[in-house]
């Protein structure tokens, strides 16, 4: 399983890195990046519900 985020829409708002450590944290610039390629498969929920909660849908999960 693969995460991506399309950063040019992110909006700061930090609930995928709250929601999925393992996968997502905030950059120096303030706008989430993936942090683990592939997805390790004891995050792949929580990836799942980081991606389904995010607010402007910038978030992929394959």
């Known amino acids: ?3 991506t985020i399309d950063r040019e829409g992110c909006i700061s708002c930090g609930l995928c ?3 999925c450590p393992e996968v997502f944290r905030m950059a120096d610039d303030g706008r989430a ?3 683990a390629d592939p997805v390790p498969e004891s995050a792949e929920d929580a990836a799942a519900e980081a991606r ?3 607010p402007v849908s910038v978030i992929t999960v394959e």
Request: proline share 0%.
């Open 1 to 3: 399983m693969k995460a």
């Open 17 to 19: 890195a709250s929601t």
């Open 33 to 35: 990046e993936v942090c």
């Open 52 to 54: 389904d909660n995010c």
